[in-house]
Each structure stands twice: as structure tokens, then as C-alpha cells.
């Protein structure tokens, strides 16, 4: 039988694509055979629901009818027909290099995949897609995602060539009112930090979800004696005769931190999900995605 030439064109089409995408695409295929398309309030004609209505809104959005049946004011919600832009962030710093074994992924490498596999399952069902802090105007479709892809592979090369000192929380842009955001890192900042940096966003109404990436030996601590922690982000080191003497007490602060941030999240009306790299990608990407297109807060 001869060769076929459309296999020649399709590895040659392959090859192209920057590494991370074609790894990314692997994750959001298996992800995109079980979901199914947005449903959400928005800008379109079917009914969604009625909400009380909030200082500040235009009377204009208040629906008397309903409202004349009670003592107060109510809003029709409608379901979303019109693709929104969803804002994509993953923390680039030093802390997210971190991997406790050789044949694992490091942190950072797994949130740019499940970052980009998001991407590619949002611009299937239509959405626009932005990378937060980048100059460039968000975009849809396979273009949008290509070009998203080659920005994280640009950064990477540029970090290879030359080591700065990159922020853990992201910097704060302007973002339409009412906009999605999504903010993927080990979130290991100070508290008041992270909750500034949150805040500052749930100001204008914007709707978040975060998605915490951690080390399994960050969430179980499973040295043995002696050991000396050195931070990665120049924090300094700190040395245990007997490490496991100090694990309980570890693994309960760890504990306060994700309630602490779950907590954070929900007052803001956002989305918290956790994650450790020795799990399936996939059903880290799937709890994400149905948060941000069936409104879940948190998994």
C-alpha cells in the first residue's frame, strides 16, 4: 500500500507547534469529549434568572414586574449568547520550578500546560482569551491560542538566558467590569498579599477562579533527619536536625493556608481548586473549566 501524504503533512504540522501546546492539546482533548458547551448569565435573549438588585445599577435593569411583587427590587438575568473574554495568569516565579523528584514535572510546567489546555477548551466553545499582563489584545480561535502558546515559549527562553526575579502574585490591569479571570500558582505569598492583589480585581466585579499547583512533597513534608529548606526566591534557608519532628505542625499550617485561601475565595465569590503535580492534569482542567462555564466556586 503507498504512503499516504496527508501523515507526512500532518507530523510536518505537528512539528510546528511549540512543544507546550502539543502537550496541552493531548490534556484538553481528552477533557473536551466529556464537557459540553457554556452556560452562564449574560448579554443574550433566554431568561436565567432573577437576582436583587445593587446600588449603583442602572434602574433601567430592574424588572418592576417582578419586583412589584415583593418589597423589593429585582434584575432579569439572561443566559450568556455572546463570547466574554477570560483573562489567563500563571505565577512565573522562582518557587514555581520547584519538583521534588526527577521524574516528575516541575510546577511551573504543569500550570502553563493546564493554563493552555484551558485556552484551547475556552476558544473551541468561542470564548476570547488574554493573557493577563501582556500588551497584546485578547483574541479568539486557534490564532488567539498559537499566539499564547509562543508567548510562554518566548518567556521561558528569555528566563533560560537570563535569571530576574519574577513576581508571585500578578500586577494589577485594568480589566473591563464584570470580566472572568483566571490565576494559576502555588499561592505561598503572604496572606495580606494575596488578598490585596485579589481584591483589587473583585472591585470592578471581576469574576475569578484560582487554581493552587503544589508539590506532593509540599503538601506531605516526607523528608527524614537532617535537612536544610533553601529558599528559592532568596528568602534565605533554615536548617531541621530532625525534620519530622517538625511535620504535624507543618502540614497543619499548610492545612490553614488552602482554608484561609478558600475562604478568600468564596467571600469574593470566585473559585478555589487545588492540585498536586503527581495527579491526572485532566481532572484538574475539568474541575476549571466547569467552575468558569457552570459557575462552581470551588472543588
Same mark, same amino acid.
Given at each position: 500500500?503507498?504512503?499516504?501524504?496527508?501523515?507526512?503533512?500532518?507530523?510536518?504540522?505537528?512539528?510546528?507547534?511549540?512543544?507546550l501546546? $502539543?502537550?496541552?492539546?493531548?490534556?484538553?482533548?481528552?477533557?473536551?469529549?466529556?464537557?459540553?458547551?457554556?452556560?452562564?448569565?449574560?448579554?443574550?435573549?433566554?431568561?436565567?434568572?432573577?437576582?436583587?438588585?445593587?446600588?449603583?445599577?442602572?434602574?433601567? #435593569?430592574?424588572?418592576?414586574?417582578?419586583?412589584?411583587?415583593?418589597?423589593?427590587?429585582?434584575?432579569?438575568?439572561?443566559?450568556?449568547?455572546? &463570547?466574554?473574554? $477570560?483573562?489567563?495568569?500563571?505565577?512565573?516565579?522562582?518557587? +514555581?520550578?520547584?519538583?521534588?523528584?526527577?521524574?516528575?514535572?516541575?510546577?511551573?510546567?504543569?500550570?502553563?500546560i493546564?493554563?493552555? &489546555?484551558?485556552?484551547?477548551?475556552?476558544?473551541?466553545?468561542?470564548?476570547?482569551?488574554?493573557?493577563?499582563?501582556?500588551?497584546?489584545?485578547?483574541?479568539?480561535?486557534?490564532?488567539?491560542?498559537?499566539?499564547?502558546?509562543?508567548?510562554?515559549?518566548?518567556?521561558?527562553?528569555?528566563?533560560?538566558?537570563?535569571?530576574?526575579?519574577?513576581?508571585?502574585?500578578?500586577?494589577?490591569?485594568?480589566?473591563?467590569?464584570?470580566g472572568?479571570?483566571?490565576?494559576?500558582?502555588?499561592?505561598?505569598?503572604?496572606?495580606?498579599?494575596?488578598?490585596?492583589a485579589?481584591? =483589587?480585581y473583585?472591585?470592578?466585579?471581576?469574576?475569578?477562579?484560582?487554581?493552587?499547583?503544589?508539590?506532593?512533597?509540599?503538601?506531605s513534608?516526607?523528608?527524614?533527619? =537532617?535537612?536544610?529548606?533553601?529558599?528559592l526566591?532568596?528568602e534565605?534557608?533554615?536548617?531541621?536536625?530532625?525534620?519530622a519532628?517538625?511535620?504535624?505542625?507543618?502540614?497543619?499550617?499548610?492545612?490553614?493556608?488552602?482554608? &484561609?485561601?478558600?475562604?478568600?475565595?468564596?467571600?469574593?465569590?470566585?473559585?478555589?481548586?487545588?492540585?498536586? #503535580?503527581?495527579?491526572?492534569?485532566?481532572?484538574?482542567?475539568?474541575?476549571l473549566? +466547569?467552575?468558569?462555564?457552570?459557575?462552581?466556586?470551588?472543588?
Amino acid at each position: 500500500m503507498p504512503n499516504s501524504p496527508i501523515i507526512p503533512q500532518a507530523e510536518e504540522a505537528a512539528s510546528s507547534l511549540p512543544p507546550l501546546l $502539543v502537550e496541552a492539546e493531548r490534556v484538553a482533548n481528552t477533557v473536551a469529549q466529556g464537557v459540553h458547551g457554556r452556560r452562564k448569565k449574560g448579554q443574550g435573549d433566554s431568561f436565567w434568572q432573577f437576582r436583587p438588585y445593587e446600588q449603583g445599577e442602572s434602574t433601567r #435593569t430592574i424588572d418592576w414586574r417582578q419586583s412589584a411583587k415583593t418589597e423589593h427590587h429585582f434584575v432579569r438575568e439572561h443566559e450568556w449568547e455572546a &463570547a466574554q473574554t $477570560v483573562w489567563l495568569w500563571c505565577d512565573p516565579s522562582a518557587s +514555581m520550578k520547584y519538583s521534588a523528584a526527577p521524574t516528575r514535572p516541575d510546577k511551573l510546567h504543569r500550570a502553563e500546560i493546564l493554563m493552555l &489546555a484551558l485556552a484551547s477548551l475556552l476558544v473551541r466553545g468561542g470564548e476570547q482569551i488574554g493573557l493577563l499582563g501582556y500588551e497584546a489584545p485578547p483574541g479568539r480561535g486557534r490564532p488567539a491560542l498559537h499566539r499564547l502558546a509562543n508567548v510562554l515559549e518566548k518567556k521561558k527562553k528569555k528566563k533560560a538566558e537570563k535569571e530576574e526575579k519574577l513576581q508571585s502574585l500578578p500586577s494589577h490591569a485594568h480589566l473591563p467590569r464584570h470580566g472572568e479571570l483566571v490565576l494559576i500558582g502555588d499561592f505561598l505569598s503572604p496572606m495580606d498579599e494575596i488578598e490585596e492583589a485579589l481584591k =483589587r480585581y473583585s472591585r470592578r466585579h471581576v469574576r475569578g477562579h484560582l487554581l493552587q499547583v503544589l508539590d506532593p512533597a509540599e503538601e506531605s513534608l516526607p523528608f527524614e533527619g =537532617r535537612v536544610q529548606f533553601k529558599g528559592l526566591e532568596k528568602e534565605g534557608s533554615i536548617y531541621f536536625g530532625n525534620v519530622a519532628a517538625v511535620r504535624e505542625d507543618y502540614q497543619e499550617r499548610l492545612s490553614a493556608r488552602r482554608a &484561609a485561601l478558600n475562604e478568600l475565595a468564596h467571600s469574593l465569590g470566585w473559585g478555589f481548586h487545588r492540585h498536586t #503535580t503527581d495527579q491526572s492534569p485532566e481532572a484538574a482542567l475539568l474541575a476549571l473549566f +466547569m467552575s468558569i462555564t457552570q459557575g462552581g466556586k470551588q472543588c
